[in-house]
C-alpha cells in the first residue's frame, strides 16, 4: 500500500430517512481517512472547511489527521440527502472555497474526488502526479436556484487520458459516456485512456475493465443502516489496494464498502483483519466476464 493524497470537501450532511433525520460528517476524504485508519494505509487530505463547521466535529476531523483551519468567508459544503425517494434526492444549499491546482502540485498519487464542483477541469487538465483516481460524481451534478442537484453531463477526452483510475456509478456513468449499457460505458472509457474503469451498481455488485479484462465484483451481503459513503469507500480501498493487484483491490474495495454502510456516517467499527476476511469471501466470488 502506497500513501495517496484525497482531493474534496468534507460535508455536513443532513441525511433524511422514512423514520428519523440526523446531521453527520460526511464527504470523500471523511471516509477515505476513517478507511485509512482502519486499514493502516497513509493517506494526505486536501480539502476546504466552512467558518461555521461546528467545533463538536473538530475532534473527529483531528482524529483523522484532517486540518481544521476554515476558510474564510465561506461557509461548508452541505448536503440534505433524501432517502424517502429512490432515487436519493439531494440538495446542496452551501458550497465552500474551490480547490487549486497548487494545492496538489506536490501529490504524487492522487485521488480526486469532487462532490460539489470544487475540483475544475483546468485543475485535472494541469496536474501530472504519477497516479491519478477520479470520482467524477461533483462534475455530474448542477445546482438549480432552490438548491436541488440535477444531473449535468461532462466529457473531456484530455482529462480521461490522463487517468489511471476513475469510478462512477450505475446511475451516473450515462452522463460520461452517453450510453445506458455499463459494459459498452466502461469501454468507452477505457478506449479514450482510462487505465481502470469501474462502475458500482449498488446491491448487483460492480464492473471493472482494465484493458480487455472485465470483472464483475460481487457485494458482501450486510444489513444496511446508512449507504452514504459507500462509494467513497470503494475507491479509497480500490486505490490504496491497486499495487497489490487489480482482483485483490477489487475485493478489498467491496469489503471496505460493506463495512461503511453498517453504520452511520464516518465510523467503522470493524477490525482491519475483519475487513480482510470480508474480501477474501469476495475475492472467491469475482468473476471474469472476458
Given amino acids: 500500500m502506497k500513501r495517496f493524497t484525497v482531493a474534496g470537501h468534507i460535508t455536513i450532511d443532513e441525511v433524511i430517512t422514512n423514520t428519523e433525520s440526523y446531521h453527520q460528517l460526511g464527504g470523500p476524504p471523511c471516509f477515505a481517512a ?161 487505465d481502470t474503469a469501474v462502475i458500482t451498481d449498488g446491491s448487483n455488485g460492480s464492473y471493472v475493465m482494465t484493458g480487455a479484462k472485465l470483472l464483475h465484483i460481487p457485494i458482501y451481503p450486510v444489513n444496511l443502516v446508512d449507504s452514504t459513503g459507500a462509494g467513497d469507500a470503494f475507491i479509497a480501498g480500490l486505490a490504496a489496494y491497486l499495487d497489490e493487484g487489480l482482483s485483490w483491490a477489487c475485493a478489498v474495495a467491496s469489503a471496505s464498502s460493506s463495512s461503511i454502510v453498517e453504520t452511520k456516517g464516518i465510523e467503522i467499527k470493524h477490525k482491519r483483519s475483519e475487513i480482510l476476511e470480508r474480501a477474501e469471501w469476495v475475492q472467491d466470488k469475482i468473476m471474469n466476464l472476458d
Avoid at 480539502?47 to 484532517?66: H, S, V, W
Fill in 34 to 194: 476513517s478507511l485509512g485508519k482502519t486499514l493502516g494505509f497513509d493517506v494526505e487530505i486536501i480539502t476546504r472547511i466552512g467558518e461555521d463547521l461546528p467545533d463538536k466535529y473538530e475532534p473527529a476531523l483531528e482524529m483523522l489527521g484532517i486540518s481544521t483551519r476554515r476558510s474564510a468567508g465561506y461557509q461548508n459544503t452541505r448536503f440534505v440527502l433524501d432517502y424517502r425517494y429512490n432515487p436519493r434526492r439531494m440538495r446542496l444549499p452551501t458550497i465552500c472555497e474551490p480547490i487549486h491546482p497548487k494545492d496538489v502540485a506536490n501529490s504524487e498519487r492522487l485521488l480526486l474526488c469532487p462532490i460539489s464542483g470544487e475540483i475544475k477541469d483546468q485543475l485535472m487538465e494541469e496536474i501530472d502526479p504519477s497516479f491519478i483516481g477520479l470520482d467524477p460524481q461533483g462534475l455530474l451534478r448542477n445546482i438549480d436556484s432552490d438548491s436541488n442537484v440535477i444531473p449535468k453531463k461532462w466529457w473531456n477526452p484530455k482529462v480521461l487520458s490522463k487517468l489511471d483510475l476513475l469510478k462512477t456509478s450505475s446511475s451516473e456513468h450515462h452522463l460520461i459516456t452517453g450510453t445506458t449499457d455499463i459494459k459498452k460505458s466502461l469501454r468507452k472509457l477505457t478506449d479514450h485512456g482510462v
